[in-house]
């Protein structure tokens, strides 16, 4: 008869580490640990059924990842939130596996609102012909998408995407992975409100200010889109 330890331990999928390291990030992330003691390897290790190096392995990544710390005779124990890495694709997945939050959605739209404008507007300054082919062809698969010849969700995240890539600008671009997260929550819960998928005409005028090389415009165009869905958001909230 297996013990609980082997069936844990199946559950984790075939990277032992990285199956442990999903586990126990998602348990933080969505609170189980609130207001108890962090076990120690040895009993992460027991109660998986995995090896105490592949639970060393796998605190050293949530700790690098701001979930945890380690202190001399005190243990191991759980970060507060201001203290996690968010610009962390694993975190933010967990994050977003949490019971939905309309004030995460807020902030996930805050950050964008400070981003994306400014990429627009440095888009329609510095892109050269590979970036407005990238931004046009993102545009593109929107139109396929209305006419139900792309998936929607993924046409969207790819022209905002589009947009960062043809700033130029490296660090705009860092925020990549955080931008098509906030977007993919942002879109889902919209597209739920409303009933329908992305504006095309907003979207179309965001393309149109860039490739003329209009920067006032384009920054405008992305607030407006941004705008829009922060009022949807305060009004559900309110």
Avoid: C
């Avoid at 929607?152 to 925020?175: E, K, T, V, W, Y």
């Avoid at 979207?203 to 165009?221: C, E, M, Q, Y």
Wanted: zero cysteines.
């Amino acid at each position: 008869m297996p013990q609980t330890g082997d069936i844990a331990r199946e559950s984790l999928g075939r990277n032992l580490t990285y199956g442990l390291l999903d586990h126990i990030g998602r348990q933080i992330v969505t609170g189980a640990f609130d207001g108890k003691p962090f076990p120690t390897e040895a009993e992460l290790s027991a109660q998986h059924g995995v090896s105490r190096s592949v639970t060393r392995e796998a605190v050293k990544m949530l700790t690098a990842k701001g979930l945890l710390t380690a202190r001399p005779r005190q243990g191991t124990s759980v970060q507060p939130v201001g203290q996690w890495n968010l610009f962390d694709t694993d975190v933010l997945r967990w994050l977003l596996e949490r019971k939905f939050s309309v004030q995460l959605l807020a902030q996930f739209n805050q950050l964008r609102a400070a981003i994306e404008p400014a990429a627009a507007a440095l888009a329609a300054s510095t892109a050269d012909a590979q970036g407005f082919a990238l931004i046009a062809a993102g545009f593109a698969r929107m139109e396929a998408a209305e006419r139900g010849e792309d998936d929607g969700l993924d046409a969207d995240i790819a022209f905002h995407l589009a947009i960062l890539r043809a700033s130029g600008n490296p660090f705009f671009m860092q925020f990549r992975d955080l931008v098509a997260t906030a977007l993919r929550t942002s879109i889902r819960f919209t597209n739920r409100i409303l009933g329908r998928t992305a504006d095309l005409a907003a979207h179309g005028a965001v393309k149109d200010a860039i490739l003329a090389r209009n920067p006032t415009a384009a920054s405008a165009a992305m607030s407006a889109i941004i705008g829009d869905v922060m009022l949807l958001i305060e009004h559900t909230s309110s």
